[in-house]
């Protein structure tokens, strides 16, 4: 089982990217999926995630109204699309599964997924 990122980079404040992670070895239908992200010096923490059988989205606070996760079934593949970014989101981004994924202690993303993967830089200037 692999997850592999892609479509990190460079861009400006108030640009966007959108963050890829294909799958393979398992399908991301039956698990939770998340995104996570670590800036230098900080904790990793949860960006956003889906529950198992897809049914509920979780944001973190700051990401709200301008990322979205997504996934497609047919490409096994899932998604981050980040618009409005600006320097604090710049960070390595990290994509997650787990048959039980998308586990929350109040607002904060718990970090208990099986299948991680290698991380994706976004680097966000003015």
């Known amino acids: 089982a692999q997850l592999v990122e892609s479509g990190g980079g460079s861009v400006q404040t108030g640009g966007s990217l959108r963050l890829s992670c294909a799958a393979s070895?398992?399908?991301?239908?039956?698990?939770?999926i998340g995104w996570f992200r670590q800036a230098p010096g900080k904790q990793r923490e949860g960006v956003a995630c889906?529950?198992?059988?897809?049914?509920?989205?979780r944001y973190a606070d700051s990401v709200k109204g301008r990322f979205t996760i997504s996934s497609d079934s047919a490409k096994n593949t899932m998604y981050l699309q980040m618009n409005n970014l600006n320097s604090e989101d710049t960070a390595v981004y990290f994509c997650a599964a787990d048959s039980d994924g998308c586990r929350v202690i109040g607002d904060t993303m718990l970090l208990l997924y099986d299948h991680w993967g290698r991380g994706t830089q976004v680097t966000v200037s003015s």
């Open positions: 889906i529950t198992p059988g897809h049914d509920t989205t």
């Open positions: 070895g398992f399908s991301l239908d039956d698990y939770g």
